[in-house]
């Protein structure tokens, strides 16, 4: 099986036209509603994450997008209300934990800023209740994911985030697809593999 020449073959179909349009120009939650099934329990929490994330956080635009997930590890994040003028703590520096169980929603706004700047290097993480999944996904990629940390290990499974990235950032460069074209290979394509 050649699976980049299925891929090619793929991304010319309507379907995949439309996933990699959702991906492009669509909403976060719509993003959220169509790709993650397993924490559909928590779709409020996440909603709430990603408009906190994306909407009313106040983002420092003095740090590179690149080096943003580092900064909010060791900063925190403050979120601002104009209409009341309030400033409240999205999360707090080092909180691991936060961060954690709302990778999901946190990486689909890291997704959001990244492709408002068009810097391409945040990519959702939608398989964070499903790692097996991932690594059958990167097995048949011919991707080498790193060894998942353990639960104790809170800042580097934080932290795994970025090496999820790097990975699939490479792969992406190496078969020249775009984000919006990984993030259909990742979520639509490669799991009717497995």
């Keep these: ?45 996440f909603e709430h994450t990603i408009k906190n994330v994306f909407e009313y956080s106040l983002i420092p635009y003095d740090v590179p997008i690149k080096d943003l997930f580092l900064y909010l590890i060791d900063s925190g994040l403050k979120g601002y209300l104009v209409a009341s003028d309030f400033v409240f703590d999205i999360f707090l520096a080092e909180e691991y934990d936060f961060l954690i169980e709302r990778m999901i929603p946190t990486s689909i706004g890291l997704f959001g800023l990244d492709r408002e700047e068009d810097n391409n290097c945040y990519v959702p ?26 639960k104790e290990q809170e800042r580097e499974r934080v932290l795994y985030y970025l090496d999820f990235c790097n990975v699939w950032n490479t792969f992406r460069k190496n078969n020249n697809l775009s984000m919006a074209e990984l993030c259909t290979f990742l979520y639509n394509f490669a799991p009717q593999y497995i």
Excluded: C
């Design 125 to 150: 993480y939608l398989f964070y209740h499903n790692f097996s999944k991932l690594k059958k996904i990167a097995a048949l990629s011919q991707v080498e994911m790193p060894p998942l940390p353990t």
């Design 1 to 45: 099986m050649d699976l980049m020449k299925d891929w090619n073959t793929y991304k010319e179909t309507e379907e995949a036209q439309r996933v990699i349009e959702l991906f492009e120009e669509g909403s976060l939650n719509d993003i959220l509603h169509t790709f993650v099934k397993e924490g559909a329990a928590e779709f409020p929490l």
